[in-house]
């Protein structure tokens, strides 16, 4: 039920994107403390974007779960931040996340809700 996308404008080849987003997934399911056979992870790379008026390289990520802990968030922030700087080489200060925690009655799965 976690998902997480990571959109930037760094060109990356595809096997850079399937490595990353097989760290990232690991990544998550471990902040969550979820099964990873149930985390979705996405890349969406070389876009068009700019930040604060620059086309430097920059991160957009959204990660949504069901139950999602807003007292855990700023904690999420400093790790997915560092997890982005470190795979990626972008600056934290160029990196924006958003966070959505879904209702379970919101969340479809295998032609059912969670």
Request: proline residues 4%; glycine residues 4%; contains cysteine.
């Amino acid at each position: 039920m976690p998902y997480l996308k990571i959109t930037t404008n760094k060109p990356l080849e595809k096997d850079q994107e399937a490595e990353l987003s097989k760290k990232a997934s690991t990544l998550v399911s471990s902040l969550l403390s979820k099964p990873e056979n149930y985390v979705m992870v996405e890349i969406s790379s070389g876009n068009t974007m700019s930040f604060a008026g620059s086309n430097d390289p920059l991160a957009y990520l959204e990660l949504k779960s069901i139950g999602l802990p807003g007292e855990k968030t700023a904690d999420f922030s400093s790790e997915l931040c560092h997890f982005i700087s470190t795979q990626l080489n972008i600056n934290t200060d160029r990196i924006y996340i958003e966070f959505a925690s879904a209702e379970r009655h919101l969340w479809g799965w295998n032609k059912d809700t969670f």
